[in-house]
């Protein structure tokens, strides 16, 4: 069982930059691809970036790509995910997910990840 904390959300101008964590206490970081994902009220949740378990490998969304970078520390055993020039599109709850994988593999389907984060609220105003 992997346990997924984020943090780092909160309320932000539209152009302004957010950094979010992802935190895995206890768990073998390492084992696992991580993901990024959003939802909206309504809506099904959306793929945003997906990162290997070295971090060798990445992939992003159209929408959020040359805006926001997934990185990861695996000294530390966290997430991240870099997001600059914010639109009020981004507005959402964001998600970290981990999938068991081997190599150098990612996801960006959310049907391939085992353990989800609470999620934590990202809101960009105009």
């Known amino acids: 069982q992997v346990r997924l904390v984020e943090s780092g959300g909160g309320l932000v101008q539209a152009g302004d930059s957010l950094t979010l964590s992802c935190e895995t206490p206890?768990?073998?970081?390492?084992?696992?691809?991580m993901g990024w994902f959003r939802q909206t009220p309504g809506k099904k949740r959306e793929f945003v970036a997906a990162i290997s378990r070295v971090g060798v490998t990445s992939d992003y969304s159209d929408s959020v790509k040359d805006r926001m970078a997934i990185s990861r520390d695996n000294t530390k055993s966290t997430l991240y995910l870099q997001m600059n020039r914010l639109r009020v599109e981004d507005t959402a709850v964001y998600y970290c997910?981990?999938?068991?994988?081997?190599?150098?593999?990612?996801?960006?389907?959310?049907?391939?990840?085992?353990?989800w984060g609470q999620g934590t609220q990202v809101t960009v105003s105009s």
């Open positions: 997910a981990a999938a068991s994988v081997a190599g150098f593999a990612y996801y960006k389907r959310e049907s391939e990840y085992h353990y």
């Open positions: 206890g768990g073998s970081f390492t084992d696992y691809a």
